[in-house]
C-alpha cells in the first residue's frame, strides 16, 4: 500500500491563498526550543524552583557571606540571603515588578531548606510577591499571601522585605 504524503498549508498573509508544501510522512518533527532560565527570575512553583534552585545560580546575585542567627522578628533560623539584581540595586519605596531574595535555610552548615519571594505585582499589598518556603519536597508556603509568611513580613520596614543584600 502506497501512503499519501503530508500536506500542509503554509499561510504567508491575510487574505492570501495557501500555498501546498509536500513533506514526507516520515518526516522528523520539529525541535522544541529550548527552555531560557533567566537567572534573576525565580520560577512561581515548587516544580520548577527545586532544579532552579539546585543549579545554584542564584548565587552570583548579591548574597550575604555567610549564614547568620535570624534577625528579630525571623523564623527562619540560620539562613543566608540572596538578592537579584533588582531588588539589590532598588534603595527606596516599593520594590520593582521582578524583584526576588532567595533565602538559604541553614542547619548544621547545610542547606537543608529555602524561602524565595518573587514581587509579581505592584499594589503595595503581600499579594504582590510569590511566597515559597521548602525543605526538599516538604513544602512549608507556596503562593501569594500565604499567611505564615505575610504575618512577620507585613511588618518588614519596607514592601514587606526585611533584608536587602547589596
Known amino acids: ?10 499561510l504567508t498573509g491575510c487574505g492570501t491563498e495557501a500555498a501546498p508544501v509536500d513533506l514526507p510522512m516520515d518526516a522528523p518533527a520539529p525541535e522544541e526550543p529550548p527552555v531560557l532560565v533567566d537567572v534573576q527570575s525565580p520560577p512561581t512553583t515548587h516544580a520548577e ?9 542564584y548565587q552570583t546575585w548579591a548574597c550575604e557571606a555567610a549564614a547568620h542567627p535570624a534577625r528579630p522578628p525571623g523564623a527562619h533560623g540560620s ?6 539584581q533588582l531588588l539589590s540595586q532598588s534603595i527606596e ?7 526576588a531574595s ?15 519571594m518573587r514581587k ?3 499594589t503595595g499589598a503581600a499579594a504582590d510577591w510569590y511566597w515559597y518556603e521548602a ?8 503562593g ?8 512577620c513580613h507585613g511588618s518588614a520596614p519596607r514592601d514587606f522585605i526585611f533584608t536587602r543584600v547589596e
Open 120 to 122: 509579581l505585582a505592584d
Open 49 to 57: 524552583l527545586v532544579p532552579w534552585l539546585a543549579d545554584g545560580a
Open 102 to 116: 532567595v533565602k538559604e535555610l541553614v542547619r548544621n552548615g547545610e542547606v537543608t531548606g529555602y524561602a524565595v
Open 1 to 10: 500500500m502506497r501512503s499519501a504524503p503530508l500536506v500542509i498549508y503554509i
Open 144 to 151: 501569594r499571601s500565604p499567611g505564615v509568611c505575610t504575618g
Open 135 to 142: 525543605f526538599g519536597e516538604s513544602v512549608v508556603a507556596e
Open 79 to 84: 539562613n543566608r540571603i540572596c538578592s537579584n
Open 93 to 99: 519605596g516599593r520594590y520593582p515588578i521582578g524583584a
